[in-house]
């Protein structure tokens, strides 16, 4: 009973230990400053102190960021350009991959485990032509701090500067999971900065969304040049699934054309004598389209014989 007990207990601590570390790896601040650019476009810097515990966060850490959004009902990919990536201060290895609906930046070496405690990532990136333009106002819509993270967010702020002279008409933000409608941030305006800032922790697969109504004239409309990125984003694969189709019947008709065509008759005119070189049973063929009988045989053999190419006794 006594080796049982104490069996029990060094479970429960070593149990204990485990959801202690696991409880403490967390993000603590997540800080996001986006300047927005006047032809629509912006750059991002995201600031993240993690502590890590060897549980989720290991050589580094994933920060997974949305490929689409949604226009006229259509999936439009976002252009990002990833600028550079540091932890604590140093430049660090990262990877770009496509998992999904996922724009995933892989942080860390494979070949290196991180210290237990406290690090601190630094991500700089650009979105192209992020504002989205309705009639009466422009939008900035950011998520800013993904959705995808699994382990909790203690704080999280995000800081928006405008391009000289655009102004801002109205601000929302929701915190949650994705597709939530709580609003559990304070905002301020602080030295040209518009701040959002949770007023409660996030959990799990939890985040902040942030909108900012924009008057127009602020920023710039779209150029010729990204509305005509915009069009082949929305239609690139059914202009190269219709040039695909045209391709491959034009291939077709061309060696039906070549090979499979008839040859071209020519002209039709009366005949008043047998044709030359036809035996009598291809005579007799041609006539009635089959072979009848066994005259068209016997006339043949007559014909080579009258040849002398055989002889009948």
Same mark, same amino acid.
């Given at each position: 009973?006594?080796? *049982?007990?104490?069996? *029990? ?8 230990? #485990? ?35 060897? $549980?989720?966060?290991?050589? #580094? ?38 998992? #999904? ?21 630094? $991500? ?90 924009? /008057? ?5 409309? /779209? ?51 047998? /044709?030359?070189?036809?035996? /009598? ?33």
């Amino acid at each position: 009973m006594r080796i *049982l007990f104490i069996s *029990l207990t060094v479970f429960w601590v070593w149990f204990g230990s #485990g959801m202690s570390a696991l409880a403490k790896e967390r993000i603590t601040t997540f800080d996001v400053e986006i300047q927005v650019e006047k032809n629509g476009d912006i750059l991002v810097t995201e600031t993240i102190d993690v502590i890590a515990e060897g $549980i989720h966060i290991r050589r #580094g850490i994933y920060r997974d960021l949305p490929r689409f959004f949604s226009l006229d009902g259509e999936k439009i990919p976002y252009r990002y350009t990833v600028v550079s990536v540091q932890r604590d201060g140093k430049k660090e290895t990262f990877k770009r991959q496509k998992l #999904g609906n996922a724009y995933r930046i892989r942080i860390g070496d494979a070949d290196t485990y991180l210290s237990s405690g406290p690090h601190r990532y630094r $991500i700089n990136y650009k979105v192209k032509n992020q504002i989205r333009y309705f009639k009466d106002y422009d939008e900035l819509y950011w998520n800013a701090t993904g959705s995808y993270w699994t382990f909790p967010i203690d704080k999280a702020v995000v800081r928006v500067r405008l391009p000289e002279g655009a102004t801002y008409a109205g601000q929302s933000a929701y915190t949650g999971i994705l597709g939530s409608r709580s609003q559990n941030y304070v905002f301020r305006e602080t030295n040209g900065e518009l701040i959002f800032e949770t007023s409660r922790a996030l959990g799990v697969n939890e985040g902040i969304t942030i909108s900012l109504s924009l /008057p127009k004239g602020g920023i710039d409309p /779209p150029s010729a040049a990204d509305l005509r990125a915009l069009w082949w984003a929305k239609n690139a694969a059914t202009f190269f699934f219709v040039t695909t189709l045209l391709g491959v019947f034009a291939f077709y008709y061309s060696k039906w054309s070549r090979y499979g065509r008839d040859p071209q008759m020519g002209p039709l005119f009366a005949r008043y004598e047998p /044709p030359k070189n036809y035996s /009598p049973a291809a005579v007799s063929f041609i006539h009635y389209k089959s072979i009848r009988g066994h005259k068209a045989l016997t006339a043949t053999l007559i014909a080579l014989a009258t040849k002398g190419w055989i002889d009948i006794d």
